[in-house]
């Protein structure tokens, strides 16, 4: 049976099943979706794990077969780079959802995904997909990654 099976490993609250089920169903018709939402250092964890990347991910994503996938988001990072983003942390939960299926759809960074993010948003969220900035929205997302720190060490870097 397709649908959106979710697991809150986080004391956060999310928003209704019945928002990321019905997005699911509209971007991945006929999938089955595994939403997980996991505190920082799990999500750390999964990022080496399984992209050999050393930084805490908002969102992370991957197919699982022909018809079911993945998708792991971390409330705590959402929260911090909701306002970076102009939205609410509710919204942008649901944009990292929206982005995490359109990658498992085979999508990749740019202006037809950046639309059809706008687009879902605009269908299934609070309002806020007129602020998504026009074609910034990829290229800022790790902006603060290298920029260093009051010690003079690069963010997100532990020596």
């Given at each position: 049976m397709a649908g959106v099976s979710i697991r809150n490993l986080t004391r956060r609250p999310t928003a209704?099943?019945?928002?990321f089920t019905a997005t699911a169903n509209e971007v991945l018709p006929g999938w089955d979706i595994s939403l997980v939402f996991v505190g920082p250092a799990?999500?750390?964890?999964?990022?080496?794990?399984?992209?050999?990347?050393?930084?805490?991910?908002?969102?992370?994503s991957y197919a699982l077969d022909d018809a079911s996938g993945?998708?792991?988001?971390?409330?705590?990072?959402?929260?911090?780079?909701?306002?970076?983003?102009?939205?609410?942390?509710?919204d942008f939960v649901l944009y990292l959802f929206i982005h995490g299926l359109l990658h498992i759809k085979g999508g990749v960074h740019g202006a037809t995904m950046e639309r059809s993010e706008r687009k879902?948003?605009?269908?299934?969220?609070?309002g806020n997909a007129r602020s998504?900035?026009?074609?910034?929205t990829h290229s800022n997302r790790h902006r603060h990654r290298h920029v260093p720190s009051k010690n003079g060490r690069r963010r997100g870097t532990h020596r």
């Open positions: 209704p099943r019945a928002v799990r999500a750390r964890a999964l990022n080496e794990q399984l992209r050999g990347k050393d930084y805490i991910p908002n969102v992370l993945e998708i792991i988001i971390c409330p705590t990072e959402a929260k911090k780079q909701a306002p970076d983003f102009s939205m609410s942390e509710r879902l948003l605009a269908t299934w969220g609070k998504l900035p026009n074609g910034t």
